[in-house]
């Protein structure tokens, strides 16, 4: 089963902007979120195989302040996501989730529990770390 991704500035996003001015971004940018609770970026992943994930989230923070988001999937199995200082906002690491996805469209929701809002957020990758529980259709 081959890795899935999307951009985050293909994805949905609720009060947040693309933008494209810290270098090492992979697609056409990044998504910077408002600096508030309740930002979010919400990716559509679309799994062949339904069961256990690694989400990888690929970010940047120039700042030494965590900013941490809640992950669910379509709305449920809420989980926190760490997302610490990088030293830049041209250096990009990734922090991994586990998730349980079913087999067709996933839509993951990254959403901002601090004031600080998200950090710069590039791109969501999936990748089958379990058994597959069914197949897509
Ligand atoms: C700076 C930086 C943005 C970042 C923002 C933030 O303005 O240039 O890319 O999103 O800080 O703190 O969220």
Do not use: C, M
Request: aromatic share 8%; charged share 15%.
């Amino acid at each position: 089963v081959p890795a899935l991704e999307q951009e985050a500035e293909n994805a949905s996003i609720g009060q947040g902007v693309v933008e494209s001015n810290h270098a090492g971004f992979s697609g056409t940018g990044f998504v910077n979120y408002n600096n508030v609770a309740g930002s979010y970026v919400e990716y559509t992943i679309n799994a062949e195989a339904g069961g256990e994930h690694d989400l990888t989230f690929r970010y940047a923070n120039g700042t030494t302040v965590d900013r941490p988001v809640s992950v669910t999937v379509d709305g449920a199995s809420a989980q926190t996501v760490s997302f610490p200082g990088t030293g830049a906002w041209t250096t990009w690491q990734t922090r991994t989730a586990k998730v349980t996805l079913k087999a067709g469209p996933n839509k993951i929701r990254a959403t901002a529990t601090t004031a600080n809002g998200g950090p710069n957020a590039d791109k969501l990758t999936a990748v089958l770390v379990g058994p597959p529980d069914n197949e897509a259709p």
